[in-house]
DNA sequence: AATCTCATCTGATCACTGTATAGATTAATA
DNA sequence: TATTAATCTATACAGTGATCAGATGAGATT
């Protein structure tokens, strides 16, 4: 995005967050600088800044526009509730593979400014989905689907975070997963 | 640990392990510099690299310690299977809240040096120990075991990580999840 | 069409960081 | 005691995030 010939970017908080997300997904979060982004961007050093505040507030559009994306590929509509959750398992796994920068900011919540609206708005997007997806599988109170849809999330999360999953095994791992949520979910229910 | 007479240490790799620590429950991950683990161990700037090479090798001690230490707390022998791998995980979940700054490093593989051999052992301890507690709570294949074994230790690395457990319910969702993952293994081992 | 306004971007500066190197100090060993 | 090896210090360098005054130009107002 270095050649541009106009004074003003144009597009340059999208183009910050796709060549910050790129550079994670090449040298890891360890090695994510806000200068070399804006190298990337073909920007001076301090001009992510005026749209973003703080490398903080950078990773945070980042993580934000990952969730927005995850959001996209977990609506799914076809089948049944349980297989629903678990293709919406599958999107996840798979969102993760695909966008690796994305992926590698959006949980470590340590890193964000978990305040911001835009963050915590896209951020429930995915979790409300599976929430209700997993209502429709097994009816039951509001306490015990809360209990359900966090163990679930929380799994794949794990499961993604810790690279427990072998490519092999993945769909196997959550159908586990996924069935053994959703079978305590109606025992507990009934 | 500034009050040092001595010219040698004599424990500086302890002592910079929880230093390093106390300053990571401090200020976040974000925050964390080896100049300040340094400052507070009363050395000089270039005294941690001697022992660990670099920042990433020290996290990675920190890591290695924080497992050493979770192991220890897992290591329960009281009440039935079921029982053990409930009060394992909220063995998990007690110290990932007593010490959150071993915590917040232990699994953030991208910072850390996956190769280095005691971080591989300790790391493997607690999850081995949880592993033959499920297969005697549930006797099944080795590959359904190691399914149900990735899914509650991700399940509960998810809920610490995402802090999804609030403290008044905690104990019931991590037997909400025990509970979802034995079962399952129970029904597909018959 | 000319002017104004203000968001956008630049360039320079500051304190701070990780790491490398050479040398000082002390512990261990023979 | 003399020698070796381990430990720690002091200094230096390049790269970092953040701040600020000022340059630029797109769009609204007149």
């Known amino acids: 995005m270095a050649n541009r010939d106009t004074y ?17 997904a090449e040298k890891g979060l360890a ?33 934000t526009d990952g969730f927005a994306q995850l959001a996209e590929r977990m609506a799914t509509t076809a089948g049944s509730p349980e297989d ?3 293709a919406m398992c599958r999107a996840y796994v798979a969102f993760a593979k695909e966008c690796p920068g994305h992926a590698a900011v959006m949980f470590q919540l340590g890193l964000l400014n978990q305040e911001d609206p835009a963050f915590i708005q896209q951020s429930s997007r ?16 509001a306490a015990k689907l809360s209990q359900a849809t966090r163990t679930l999330w929380s799994a794949v999360h794990g ?32």
């Open 84 to 86: 629903r959750a678990s």
């Open 126 to 141: 995915a979790f409300a989905q599976l929430s209700a997806t997993l209502a429709k599988a097994a009816p039951a109170n």
């Open 31 to 63: 090695s994510f600088s806000m200068r070399e982004v804006a190298r990337r961007a073909g920007v001076a050093v301090a001009a992510p800044s005026h749209h973003f505040g703080s490398a903080r507030g950078l990773l945070t559009g980042i993580a």
């Open 159 to 190: 499961l993604v975070a810790l690279k427990m999953l072998t490519p092999k095994e993945a769909d196997e791992i959550i159908s586990f997963a996924v069935r053994a949520v959703v079978s305590e979910l109606r025992r507990d229910s009934t």
């Open 8 to 24: 003003h970017h144009g597009a340059l908080p999208q183009a910050l967050i796709r060549e910050g997300a790129g550079l994670l």
